[in-house]
């Protein structure tokens, strides 16, 4: 019998781009791997604008946060969880500077009676053309 148990989610989620599950299942906890803003139809970037050889001009972190959260739901939601479940956040931002906007967009989703405890650091570089990374922990049902 295991004590973990892989989700990996097809045609709803963004696909992993190495090897690791969107989320893991451990015991109680679902341990969900870093969302990007990527859009699962089109495997690109939400909320940036690029040039014609694909290099970014500039980005809309209130988009890629909207993106961000919507992924992190799609991957709760396979595992029969909210964001209501949510015990843990780590924020990656690429810039400390976007704090304020992603806050906000943050907010609004997480507004309930008891929010999640939550890390905000910045990181020197993200992976693709995201600007804002988060995982999260969550306990189950």
């Not at 209501?84 to 810039?95: G, I, K, N, P, Y």
Request: hydrophobic letters at 45%.
């Amino acid at each position: 019998m295991s004590l973990k148990e892989g989700i990996t989610i097809t045609g709803k989620a963004p696909s992993p781009l190495g090897a690791y599950s969107h989320a893991v299942k451990a015991g109680n906890f679902l341990f969900v791997s870093g969302q990007g803003a990527r859009n699962a139809d089109t495997g690109k970037e939400e909320g940036v604008e690029l040039d014609a050889s694909g290099k970014v001009l500039s980005y809309d972190i209130e988009v890629q946060t909207e993106w961000v959260i919507k992924n992190l739901k799609v991957v709760l939601e396979e595992a029969g969880l909210s964001l209501e479940d949510v015990v843990d956040m780590s924020v990656f931002l690429a810039d400390m500077d976007d704090f304020a906007k992603y806050n906000g967009v943050y907010a609004k989703h997480f507004s309930f009676a008891n929010p999640p405890a939550r890390t905000t650091i910045q990181a020197a570089r993200l992976p693709g053309k995201n600007f804002i990374e988060i995982k999260a922990i969550a306990l189950c049902k």
